[in-house]
């Protein structure tokens, strides 16, 4: 549209009845409001404003005028203000089992609590590079150098303790010899730690190797044998009864923690998830019947 500006500060000064209060509102001068009333008028060939005293009024034509000005930004501050609701995309890189066994079922509460945050997930584990490709959020287990320039916000300790399916523990538990250890190509020194703390008993035991942790948990929860779980990655299925961890749980002397750059959070679609996330996940931690500082194989 010709003009637009013209018309923004016809639309200010016809509020404000005032040259002066219109040039104060849009930090103008008094000369420059009245050059874009000027060059408005000579455009519609209208004249819009007359003086009376020391105030400005409008003429029947500025009134007309008026009339449509306030409807049409009434309407486009509208619109800016419900395109701004709707971009406030969140871009968070998350460790891939935790993003689907813990974050993904939850959303939909952050969802329900904030329509206008739209969380895009992006699966990774290990170190990143905040700020390319958007992403300013990433959730990850502390086990690599965190550079220095980022923030680091404690989630969740992490606890660990071989866990199975019920059906397969009530088989196997009075011979836990023949207990089929499960590990992750992502994870190969998780029975190797864990059993660094407890009796040895299983070491001899038959072996099976999945490329990634999530499939590795997903075969223990349907019998393949026994896997080395990690709360809060298995705390659902633990509930719900789709596995048990007969030996319990110990600290891996890792934590879940949320990266960020400094000085950068400052969207508050970011900041409601961040404050979502820690309140959620603060919690998801074993029971104190479940955790045991030393397994008894």
Partial sequence: MRHLKAFHVFQVA????SYSAAAKTLHITHGAVSKQIKLLEE????????????????TPKGYSLYAYTEQAFSALNKGIEVLSMQTQCIDVSCEPTLTMRWLMPRLVDFNDKHPTGNVRLSTAGG??????????????????????????????????GPICSGDYW????????????????????AWPQWFKSNEPTMLENSQ???????????AAQDGLGMAMGSYPLVVDE?????LVAPFGFTLSGHDYILLSLKED?????????????????????????EIRCKGNI
């Avoid at 455009?43 to 409008?58: A, E, I, S």
């Fill in 170 to 189: 009530n088989k196997m538990e009075s011979n836990v010899d023949n207990i089929i250890l499960l590990h992750s190509e992502t994870r190969l020194d």
């Fill in 208 to 218: 099976q190797t999945f490329a990634h942790f999530y499939f590795c948990i997903q």
């Fill in 43 to 58: 455009y519609l060939g209208q004249v819009l404003f007359y003086r009376q005293g020391h105030r400005m009024k409008l």
């Fill in 265 to 289: 959070v400052t969207q508050k679609g970011e900041i409601d998830f961040i404050d979502w996330l820690i309140y959620n996940i603060k919690n998801c931690v074993p029971s104190g019947v």
């Fill in 14 to 17: 016809a509020t404000a009845k």
């Fill in 127 to 160: 170190p990143i590079f905040l700020g390319k490709n958007g992403q300013s959020l990433a959730i990850r287990r502390n086990d690599f150098i965190i550079p220095s320039e980022y923030i680091q916000t404690p989630l969740v300790t992490e606890w660990v």
């Fill in 238 to 242: 633990l509930k719900r009864g789709n």
